[in-house]
């Protein structure tokens, strides 16, 4: 039986069980979502892009590209086609430095500093005794402890042209570019050493984007990030505790409950969480069990990637001009046979947010975030948002 949200103006503290984290809904502190408006955003022309068709030369090296069969075209349309159109460079800038990983003894880089590895009912265990191992010195505790970070960082092109966003996109191209996704993952996650990779999706400057072509990024690195490291434990806990995945249970109880689901399709959910942190902030997810996201198959991919569209065009029609961003969250490579053992508890998930808040003094000062949507009000205005 679905349960409507009764009340969707008086504040109250969620618990966001997979976070552990509260937070607080406040939905008295806006007006309904269409009255969240930016002013529109500063379009910077496509002379002089880098990852514009022609412009090759300005990014490093690709490292994989994907074209689209092209339909027969005359003579002077074949010379303007582009020969690609989604195209994977290294960042110019990373935020990794890179490494020949594959050439580095296993040994020297499975456990880093600060992640240590212990039974398969207590999956990771960050940064283990602080007194013991390379953290001793002879006075005491080393309070400035360092190690090199490595892994890679890519930026993934999602169009030849000068296109500002995801729903831009055709379905086709759409595809391609979460084939890239998928891909790319599982490139990082097979390097021996690597633990932990993530695609993110930042749109306009307030969502930290510094060219507006279309495009994401990935990053992977040798080390499991600690919110990323302690949400896994939460995944494996409650696993442990219910006998059942977590995002099984939410997936149906969303379903159940119906009044933050935004859209659904034969194998994918996108609901708006319940304790979420961001206003209109949307989760998707694959309503079976699936732990890793590289291990899609094209028939799924292609659902997720037009879902995926649709949801970014309801968030443009209900915001226009906000920025945006999406984080797809797959499961880490551990070592030691750990890995197998968190897969039966890990589910991959999508989280989609436009920016329409910033984050103030409060939220920095009590990692207690203010949402002022309520999820059940959210839901409801993507959806008759339409596409």
């Known amino acids: 039986m679905s349960r409507k949200h009764e009340d969707a103006t008086t504040s109250e503290m969620r618990h966001d069980w997979l976070a552990d984290r509260w937070v607080i809904i406040a939905p008295q502190r806006s007006e309904r979502p269409q009255d969240f408006v930016r002013p529109p955003a500063t379009v910077i022309d496509s002379v002089g892009c880098p990852f514009c068709y022609g412009h090759e030369c300005q990014t490093p090296q690709e490292v994989a590209s994907y074209g689209i069969q092209q339909r027969k075209r005359d003579s002077r349309d074949h010379a303007r086609t582009p020969k690609w159109h989604v195209r994977v460079v290294p960042n110019k800038f990373p935020a ?105 999706k930042n749109v306009g400057q307030d969502a930290g984007a510094s060219l507006s072509h279309t495009h994401s990024q990935v990053i992977a690195t040798d080390i499991l990030p600690t919110d990323v490291e302690r949400m896994a434990k939460r995944m494996r806990l409650f696993a442990d505790n219910e006998s059942e995945c977590l995002f099984c249970r939410m997936t149906n109880d969303e379903l159940e409950q119906g009044s933050r689901v935004v859209e659904q399709t034969q194998d994918f959910l996108a609901f708006c969480p319940f304790a979420s942190r961001l206003p209109s902030m949307v989760t998707i997810l694959p309503k079976r069990h699936q732990s890793s996201f590289e291990a899609m198959d094209l028939e799924r991919l292609d659902q997720l990637s037009w879902l995926t569209h649709r949801l970014v065009r309801r968030i443009e029609k209900c915001y226009p001009d906000a920025a945006y961003n999406f984080i797809i969250h797959t499961a880490p490579r551990l070592a030691n046979g750990f890995g197998d053992s968190l897969k039966e508890a890990y589910h991959w998930r999508i989280e989609l947010f436009p920016r329409l808040t910033t984050v103030a003094g409060f939220e920095w000062g009590s990692d207690c975030y203010i949402n002022p949507i309520a999820p059940e009000s959210a839901a409801e205005a993507l959806r008759k948002a339409g596409v």
């Not at 500093?113 to 080393?142: E, H, K």
Request: glycine share 8%; aromatic share 6%; net charge negative.
């Open 96 to 200: 990794v430095r890179a490494a020949s990983v594959a050439s580095m003894s296993i040994e020297s880089i499975a456990q880093p500093a600060g992640i240590a590895l212990n039974s398969a009912t207590d999956v990771i265990l960050s940064g283990g005794d602080p007194c013991a191992g390379d953290t001793q010195r002879a006075n005491g505790v080393d309070l400035f402890r360092r190690r090199d970070l490595i892994g890679g960082h890519e930026v993934i092109v999602e169009s030849p042209h000068h296109l500002q966003s995801i729903s831009q996109l055709d379905r086709e191209s759409t595809s391609l570019v979460f084939r890239a996704y998928r891909d790319r993952l599982a490139h990082w996650l097979d390097c021996a050493g690597l633990t932990y990779a993530v695609v993110f």
